[in-house]
Protein backbone atom coordinates (compact mmCIF):
# COMPACT_ATOMS: atom_id res chain seq x y z
CA UNK A 1 0.00 0.00 0.00
CA UNK A 2 1.80 3.27 -1.23
CA UNK A 3 1.52 6.34 1.84
CA UNK A 4 -0.71 8.40 -0.61
CA UNK A 5 -3.16 5.41 0.00
CA UNK A 6 -2.53 5.01 3.40
CA UNK A 7 -3.46 9.26 4.23
CA UNK A 8 -7.03 8.34 5.47
CA UNK A 9 -6.48 4.82 7.39
CA UNK A 10 -9.13 3.17 6.83
CA UNK A 11 -11.83 5.69 5.96
CA UNK A 12 -14.10 5.38 9.12
CA UNK A 13 -16.37 8.53 8.36
CA UNK A 14 -18.36 8.84 12.11
CA UNK A 15 -16.75 7.73 15.28
CA UNK A 16 -17.91 4.51 16.84
CA UNK A 17 -18.18 5.61 20.31
CA UNK A 18 -20.75 8.49 18.82
CA UNK A 19 -22.61 5.15 17.59
CA UNK A 20 -23.22 4.16 20.57
CA UNK A 21 -23.76 7.31 22.63
CA UNK A 22 -26.86 7.96 19.67
CA UNK A 23 -28.19 4.48 20.63
CA UNK A 24 -28.45 4.86 23.86
CA UNK A 25 -30.09 8.11 23.54
CA UNK A 26 -32.24 6.66 20.72
CA UNK A 27 -33.23 3.49 23.77
CA UNK A 28 -33.66 6.59 26.56
CA UNK A 29 -36.11 7.71 24.20
CA UNK A 30 -37.99 4.55 23.53
CA UNK A 31 -37.91 4.11 27.66
CA UNK A 32 -40.19 7.02 27.44
CA UNK A 33 -43.08 5.96 25.41
CA UNK A 34 -42.70 1.72 26.01
CA UNK A 35 -41.05 1.38 29.09
CA UNK A 36 -39.06 -1.90 29.49
CA UNK A 37 -38.11 -1.49 32.85
CA UNK A 38 -36.43 -3.85 35.97
CA UNK A 39 -36.17 -2.76 39.03
CA UNK A 40 -33.04 -0.34 39.77
CA UNK A 41 -32.01 -0.67 42.85
CA UNK A 42 -28.52 0.05 44.66
CA UNK A 43 -27.63 -3.94 43.30
CA UNK A 44 -27.79 -3.14 39.33
CA UNK A 45 -26.61 0.53 39.96
CA UNK A 46 -23.45 -0.47 41.40
CA UNK A 47 -23.23 -3.46 38.85
CA UNK A 48 -23.70 -0.83 36.24
CA UNK A 49 -20.92 1.45 37.57
CA UNK A 50 -18.54 -1.58 37.88
CA UNK A 51 -19.47 -2.09 34.02
CA UNK A 52 -18.69 1.63 33.01
CA UNK A 53 -15.21 1.40 34.81
CA UNK A 54 -14.37 -1.50 33.73
CA UNK A 55 -15.07 -0.33 30.03
CA UNK A 56 -13.46 2.80 31.08
CA UNK A 57 -10.30 0.95 31.89
CA UNK A 58 -10.11 -1.36 28.87
CA UNK A 59 -10.23 1.90 26.64
CA UNK A 60 -6.95 3.44 28.79
CA UNK A 61 -5.33 -0.12 28.63
CA UNK A 62 -5.96 -0.07 24.57
CA UNK A 63 -4.80 3.23 24.52
CA UNK A 64 -1.53 2.57 25.96
CA UNK A 65 -1.13 -0.72 23.90
CA UNK A 66 -1.76 1.44 20.73
CA UNK A 67 1.12 4.31 22.55
CA UNK A 68 3.55 1.43 22.68
CA UNK A 69 3.94 1.23 19.15
CA UNK A 70 3.51 4.60 18.10
CA UNK A 71 0.41 4.01 16.24
CA UNK A 72 -3.14 5.93 15.80
CA UNK A 73 -6.26 4.90 18.03
CA UNK A 74 -8.87 6.70 15.82
CA UNK A 75 -9.85 4.65 12.81
CA UNK A 76 -10.41 7.34 10.37
CA UNK A 77 -6.11 7.64 10.64
CA UNK A 78 -3.23 5.68 9.49
CA UNK A 79 -1.86 2.84 11.63
CA UNK A 80 1.99 1.62 11.52
CA UNK A 81 1.06 -1.34 13.23
CA UNK A 82 -0.87 -4.24 14.18
CA UNK A 83 -1.45 -4.22 17.61
CA UNK A 84 -2.35 -7.90 19.05
CA UNK A 85 -0.77 -8.15 22.53
CA UNK A 86 -2.25 -7.25 25.46
CA UNK A 87 -6.62 -7.32 24.91
CA UNK A 88 -6.26 -7.70 20.93
CA UNK A 89 -4.55 -11.33 22.53
CA UNK A 90 -8.38 -11.74 23.22
CA UNK A 91 -10.81 -9.52 20.97
CA UNK A 92 -9.71 -7.44 17.32
CA UNK A 93 -12.21 -5.07 18.94
CA UNK A 94 -11.64 -4.51 22.50
CA UNK A 95 -12.59 -0.34 22.66
CA UNK A 96 -16.03 -1.73 20.71
CA UNK A 97 -16.17 -4.48 23.61
CA UNK A 98 -15.66 -2.11 26.22
CA UNK A 99 -18.25 0.76 24.32
CA UNK A 100 -20.63 -2.58 24.73
CA UNK A 101 -20.03 -3.09 28.18
CA UNK A 102 -20.21 0.42 29.33
CA UNK A 103 -23.52 0.61 27.41
CA UNK A 104 -24.76 -1.96 29.30
CA UNK A 105 -23.36 -0.40 32.70
CA UNK A 106 -25.72 2.79 31.77
CA UNK A 107 -28.67 0.34 31.59
CA UNK A 108 -28.40 -1.39 34.39
CA UNK A 109 -27.74 2.34 36.55
CA UNK A 110 -30.98 3.57 34.45
CA UNK A 111 -33.13 0.28 34.72
CA UNK A 112 -34.01 0.18 31.62
CA UNK A 113 -33.34 -3.08 29.45
CA UNK A 114 -33.58 -0.41 25.92
CA UNK A 115 -30.83 1.10 27.07
CA UNK A 116 -29.22 -2.15 28.45
CA UNK A 117 -29.69 -3.95 25.22
CA UNK A 118 -28.86 -1.19 22.84
CA UNK A 119 -25.33 -2.16 22.43
CA UNK A 120 -26.64 -4.70 20.23
CA UNK A 121 -28.23 -2.57 17.59
CA UNK A 122 -24.74 -0.18 18.42
CA UNK A 123 -22.22 -3.52 17.48
CA UNK A 124 -24.36 -4.24 14.25
CA UNK A 125 -23.73 -0.74 13.32
CA UNK A 126 -20.05 -0.49 14.07
CA UNK A 127 -19.47 -3.43 12.05
CA UNK A 128 -20.95 -1.79 8.71
CA UNK A 129 -19.53 1.52 9.38
CA UNK A 130 -16.05 0.87 11.15
CA UNK A 131 -15.23 -2.55 11.31
CA UNK A 132 -15.50 -3.83 7.72
CA UNK A 133 -13.36 -0.60 6.49
CA UNK A 134 -11.12 -1.68 9.43
CA UNK A 135 -9.90 -5.34 8.56
CA UNK A 136 -10.32 -4.89 4.60
CA UNK A 137 -7.98 -1.92 5.30
CA UNK A 138 -5.41 -4.10 7.79
CA UNK A 139 -5.69 -6.86 4.88
CA UNK A 140 -4.26 -4.56 2.43
CA UNK A 141 -1.51 -3.04 4.36
CA UNK A 142 -0.38 -5.70 6.38
CA UNK A 143 -1.58 -8.80 4.12
CA UNK A 144 -0.49 -12.37 5.76
CA UNK A 145 0.54 -10.49 9.01
CA UNK A 146 -2.98 -9.44 9.75
CA UNK A 147 -4.80 -12.22 8.03
CA UNK A 148 -2.35 -14.72 10.58
CA UNK A 149 -3.85 -12.30 13.82
CA UNK A 150 -7.18 -12.80 11.91
CA UNK A 151 -7.62 -16.09 12.18
CA UNK A 152 -6.31 -16.73 15.62
CA UNK A 153 -8.20 -14.35 17.49
CA UNK A 154 -12.13 -13.18 17.55
CA UNK A 155 -13.63 -10.61 16.06
CA UNK A 156 -15.40 -9.47 19.73
CA UNK A 157 -14.73 -12.09 22.58
Do not use: C, H
Not at 122 to 128: G, I, K, N, S, T
Amino acid sequence: MSVENDSKGPAVKFPPPLIFVSFIIIAALVQQYWPLSFSGDLFFKVLGAMDILAGLIAILIVKRSFDKVDTEIEPWKPTSAIVSDGLFAYSRNPIYVALGVITLGVGLIYGSFWVMFSFLPAAVVVYFVAIKNEEAYLERKFGEEYLAYKAKVRRWV
